[in-house]
């Protein structure tokens, strides 16, 4: 089992999970952060701390964001580590919860 951030997080990016993850299992990218599934302990106290509930249990994944096991897994092998909250874009708050922003994720 593991965690994995999906779609809503592409140009939010707001943070505020890595602060709590005993394991420092999350990556950050240009505009998007993944779950290295190798490290996640499953110990699920990320999944509320993400304010537009982007990061979801692999037990829940459907075929819309099947997709995202993948991309959690090829990207926290290329991506650094971060540990501490940082300011979101300052446009985040224009990017919740929007349709089709796979194509705007930044690799
Ligand atoms: Fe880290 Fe736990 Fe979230 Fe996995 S479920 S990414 S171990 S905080
Ligand atoms: Fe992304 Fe939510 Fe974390 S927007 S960076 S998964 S708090």
């Known amino acids: 089992m593991t965690y994995i ?3 809503n997080c592409i140009k939010c990016k707001y ?9 420092d299992c999350f990556h950050e990218g ?5 779950i290295n599934p190798e490290e996640c302990i499953d110990c699920s106290l ?6 537009i509930n982007a990061i979801i249990s692999d037990e829940d994944v459907t075929d ?4 995202f096991l993948e991309i959690n897994e090829r990207l926290s092998k290329k991506w650094p580590i971060l ?10 708050k224009e990017w919740e919860n929007k349709a089709d922003k796979l194509s ?3 690799e």
Do not use: G, Q, S, Y
């Open 5 to 7: 951030i999906t779609e």
């Open 15 to 23: 943070t505020d999970c890595v602060e709590v993850c005993p394991v």
């Open 30 to 34: 240009p505009n998007f952060l993944v």
């Open 46 to 51: 990320c999944e509320p701390e993400c304010p």
């Open 64 to 67: 819309d964001n099947r997709h």
């Open 83 to 92: 540990t501490e909250i940082k300011a979101a874009p300052k446009d985040a």
């Open 104 to 106: 705007l994720l930044e």
